[in-house]
Structures are given as structure tokens and as C-alpha cells.
Nanobody
Framework: QVQLVESGGGLVQLGGSLRLSCATS????????MGWYRQAPGKQRELVAT???????TYADSVKGRFSISRDNTKNTAYLQMNNLKYEDTAVYFC?????????WGQGTQVTVSS
């Protein structure tokens, strides 16, 4: 059974930091591209960052320089380090594992940025 479990979300002050984790099981983690997506109320889900099996990364323009995606293949876990958080970063953050044929999602973790 494939599982992707996000954790690390919560309430954070403007300008603060959070580190999200996505723990996986049931997949050959090392071959998958891992991604973080987010969905704010009333908006479509959007890509935040991805990291390939060879650790190549991409970022949405809105988070470049503030967020960092990484992976630990020994722990089957992906991470999203979020710094200098802004109000507009408030959303549910989802983890995704994808290869050429398969696509799995986690249940999401809420991130709320407050004053």
C-alpha cells in the first residue's frame, strides 16, 4: 500500500519558517520525482517545487529564494524548507510522488501565516 504522509504544517508568524516533511512508504522512493503543491481557499492547486531522482530542482517564481526542496533517499522522505513566509503562502500543502506511469498524493498539511 502506497502512503505519502505530510507533516510539519501549522501556524507561523509573518517572516517565520517551517519545514514540511513527506514520509513515503510502498514505493521505490529513489526513482520518483517528488513535488510539493499548495492550494489556497478558492484557488486552484499550484506547483511549489519539485526534485527529481537525480536531485534537480525547480521552483515556482513566487517561492524562489525562500523555499528549498530536498530529499533523503535513505529515509524515503522529501522536505520543503520554507523561510520568510508571507501571508500568500497560507494554503494546504500537498506532497506528490510521480514517475512516468504512476502518480501518488498525500492528504495535505495546513500552513497558516499570521501577523
Amino acid at each position: 500500500q502506497v502512503q505519502l504522509v505530510e507533516s510539519g504544517g501549522g501556524l507561523v508568524q509573518l517572516g517565520g519558517s517551517l519545514r514540511l516533511s513527506c514520509a513515503t512508504s510502498g514505493i521505490s522512493f529513489g526513482i520518483y520525482t517528488m513535488g510539493w503543491y499548495r492550494q489556497a481557499p478558492g484557488k486552484q492547486r499550484e506547483l511549489v517545487a519539485t526534485i527529481t531522482s537525480t536531485s534537480r530542482t525547480t521552483y515556482a517564481d513566487s517561492v524562489k529564494g525562500r523555499f528549498s526542496i530536498s530529499r533523503d533517499n535513505t529515509k524515503n522522505t522529501a522536505y520543503l524548507q520554507m523561510n520568510n513566509l508571507k501571508y500568500e503562502d497560507t494554503a494546504v500543502y500537498f506532497c506528490r510522488a510521480a514517475d512516468a506511469r504512476r502518480d501518488y498524493w498525500g492528504q495535505g498539511t495546513q500552513v497558516t501565516v499570521s501577523s
